[in-house]
């Protein structure tokens, strides 16, 4: 232990290897009242040049508390109070912090160690604490500064927390649970902040033509949103809508940034402005008008801020479902008499997450120290760590509010590690309308791509409640977007992947004319006959309405073969495999790429690359969509094209079709008029994006269990 003496206080540097090894207690007890003062000059871990820190206090190997996260600061300012019991002085505090990340592991910014037996008893003292990374003691981490003050306790006080540790110890089944009260409620959203960007005014001139290609970033804690490019304009019209949940633990504030596009160079920074949401009131809409700081112009903004309790945690025991009387209330909530009742209200989902079996060993001592983790589209909840495990038990409840029932559930294991990155140990991705009901079941775990089994099993029970109308809906607009996504990476596989589904799909076509071609040419006698009778008999007797009939013909001829036992959906296999051998020649290609520079050598066209990419993919994924809509991949999507499809022939067969295109005419050309800040959507495509691709399809199938271990049959936990 070494000490150095500032004017401030004393600063005290710990020894920088691994964390104290708990002790019995000693006789003594005392409380240590730690002000968390402010940081300085700490890591920078985000790419944005900043972090977003928070800090533990651990003793004795034991997490006793932790602060609020600030978000995008170095140089954070806490001013948190926390009250310690301390059995003995020889353990000292260990402070570690880390940089917050939603979504990912967090990243460890230093730690160091405050030896409370240095402490003057009933003295506050002003500490300075340098950080230090243990695998790396030369680098400088910046510095913490507290207040502390240690006093002992009487006996009567220690003996009564000893008999309260006593009573937790022998009635808590759940010892290793580590959510403290702040992480927990760090993962709740109480309120969503409904973003309407409309447009810009009198921007400034970025460009050589005197124009820009404007875009906006929004930033609200972790959250990030951005738009989309408006080239060569200075008067932009966006016309887009982005939603923020409102944590406890935010500031409030939306930070706005707007930006120049700039075609292989950095894009240049075009001003700034914020929205305070402590000045805005719930449930009510405000038209903002925001001059941009540090630029030109004006934003024109719509903020709308709803309240909301969309998601909830909690012990197996208590559980809404499983109450006849709660049960009643929900499906009365959702039933179709209440079809127009609060329409984003779509329904609730219960996720039990029971248990897993026959993990991954991701530890050197062979066991791992798993939590999970559940995501519904933005929503995101963990379980507590079970340590030193590989068939843990959870017991937990997670309960979310369905916003789209086209929503997939993702549940994913991790092995937690304490100052670096969790471990993956695996996957699974569900859609809801796949969800039978109160089923208990075991779910083999995928890898990160969702193409390939991992090691091990979890078992969930799942209920899902829904209002098909509402549902129905909620289909035909735009879908949520998740702020929460893998950065993209350029890959000459997966490039040539999608390069290979949009031939697919073309060669679909080129076939398909092939073979109406082929019925000109009278290659088939029979076949031309009956091509050239159905063409005269259509031709002759064509109404308008025949059109959306026609398309419920395969609809119907599928769903027939289908219910016969003969599926017709397309065999996935090979999409499969070549996703699995994609997965190989990842790092193929990465290892390549550190030896012949391929990066480098990218970098330049890197942006246009991941366009041609995205693409390719974007072809693809509507081509086979129409397929999947057709095959009845979601009978409920399916179910919803004969209503639409049905509801289009009948109103076009009774009404005229120059009514019909007179309304569709005076609705277009009055809708700016009647709303000028509506948000312009695509209904057929909207639904479209709720159908499946044939790589989503991969990814959402469930994996065979192997018959030989049974898959209800309940092993023993090993031994923590």
């Keep these: 232990m070494s000490k150095r003496w500032r004017k401030s206080g004393i600063s005290i540097v710990g020894p920088s290897n691994a964390e104290p090894t708990p002790r019995p207690p000693s006789p003594a007890m005392y409380q240590l009242d730690v002000v968390l003062k402010k940081g300085n000059n700490l890591a920078i871990r985000d790419r944005t040049g900043t972090s977003d820190p928070y800090v533990k206090f651990k003793i004795a190997g034991k997490e006793v508390f932790r602060s609020k996260t600030i978000h995008k600061n170095l140089n954070p300012v806490w001013d948190e109070r926390a009250s310690l019991h301390v059995e003995t002085l020889r353990d000292p505090l260990y402070v570690k912090v880390f940089d917050y990340d939603f979504g990912l ?25 340098d950080l230090k990374d243990p695998q790396y003691p030369e680098h ?57 960007l409309i447009e810009g005014r009198g921007l400034q001139p970025m460009d050589a033509n005197g124009l820009s290609d404007p875009y906006v970033k929004f930033r609200m804690g972790h959250q990030k949103y951005k738009s989309k490019t408006i080239p060569k304009t200075l008067g932009p019209q ?18 706005i940034t707007v930006w120049d596009k700039d075609a292989g160079k950095k894009d240049d920074f075009m001003g700034r402005c914020t929205i305070d949401l402590s000045l805005l009131s719930k449930e009510r809409t405000y038209k903002l008008h925001l001059p941009l700081e540090q630029g030109e112009g004006v934003l024109v903004l719509l903020v709308t801020l709803t309240a909301s309790a969309a998601v909830s945690i909690s012990d197996l025991s208590i559980n809404m479902l499983d109450d006849p009387n709660e049960r009643h209330q929900i499906m009365q909530r959702y039933s179709l008499w209440r079809s127009f009742y609060n329409l984003k209200d779509v329904g609730v989902v219960q996720v039990k997450v029971i248990r897993a079996e026959g993990l991954l060993a991701a530890d050197v001592t062979g066991k791992s120290d798993p939590f999970c983790v559940v995501e519904l589209s933005n929503d995101r909840l963990q379980t507590h760590t079970v340590y030193k495990n590989l068939n843990p038990e959870w017991n937990k409840v997670f309960t979310f509010n369905v916003k789209d029932i086209h929503s997939v559930l993702e549940v994913t294991v991790y092995d937690e590690d304490r100052d670096r990155s969790a471990d993956f140990l695996g996957k699974v991705a569900i859609p809801l ?35 098909a109308v509402k549902a129905g809906l909620r289909t035909l607009i735009p879908i949520e977007q998740k702020y929460i996504e893998e950065e993209p990476r350029v890959s000459k596989q997966l490039l040539l992947h999608n390069f290979n589904r949009v031939r697919r799909c073309i060669m679909f076509l080129i076939n398909t004319g092939c073979y109406i071609n082929s019925c000109f040419e009278w290659d ?4 031309s006959i009956c091509a050239f009778v159905l063409f005269v008999i259509v031709v002759w007797n064509f109404e308008l309405y025949m059109i959306p009939l026609a398309l419920l013909l395969p609809l119907a001829w599928n769903y027939i073969l289908i219910a016969s036992g003969k599926d017709t959906r397309q065999d996935v296999q090979a999409v499969e495999d070549l996703l699995e051998d994609e997965d190989e020649d990842f790092d193929k290609d990465d290892k390549d790429s550190e030896r012949k520079g391929f990066m480098n050598k990218l970098y330049a066209i890197q942006d246009v690359c991941i366009s041609v990419q995205n693409a390719l993919d974007e072809v693809a994924s509507y ?79 469930e994996l065979k269990l192997d018959p030989s271990p049974s898959p209800n049959k309940r092993k023993k936990n090993n031994p923590g």
Excluded: C
């Excluded at 966006?238 to 944590?247: A, G, M, P």
């Excluded at 009901?437 to 193409?451: F, P």
């Excluded at 008029?673 to 909207?686: A, G, K, M, S, V």
């Design 524 to 527: 088939s006698p029979q076949r």
């Design 140 to 196: 400088n981490l910046g510095s913490l500064e507290l207040a502390v003050t240690l006093s002992p306790k009487d006996g009567d006080f220690r003996d009564a927390t000893m008999l309260l540790r006593r009573n937790w110890k022998r009635t808590s089944k759940y010892q290793s649970m580590r959510l403290s009260d702040v992480h927990r409620k760090a993962q709740l959203w109480r309120g969503i902040v409904s973003i309407s």
């Design 238 to 255: 966006w016309r887009e809508q982005f939603d923020f949940h409102l944590y406890e633990e935010q500031g409030g504030h939306v930070d």
């Design 433 to 467: 309308l796949n969800i039978q009901n109160g089923e208990r079941k075991a779910y083999a775990l995928k890898s990160k791509e969702l193409t390939g089994p991992t090691k091990g099993v979890i078992f969930l029970e799942i209920d899902v409640i829904f209002n």
């Design 623 to 701: 081509g086979e969509r129409i397929k999947n809509t057709f095959n009845w991949t979601v009978p409920f999507l399916s179910w919803l094209a004969i209503v639409a499809l049905g509801l289009a022939t009948t109103i076009i067969y009774f009404i005229p079709l120059r009514y019909i295109v007179l309304a569709w005419g005076v609705n277009k050309f009055t809708k700016k008029l009647r709303d000028p800040y509506t948000i312009d959507n695509n209904e057929l495509l909207d639904f479209l994006s709720r159908v499946p691709s044939d790589v989503q399809v991969v990814q959402y199938r």
């Design 105 to 129: 592991q967090d990243d460890f910014m230093g730690s160091a160690y405050l030896h409370l037996e240095s402490l003057e008893h009933q003295r506050t003292l002003d500490v300075t604490l």
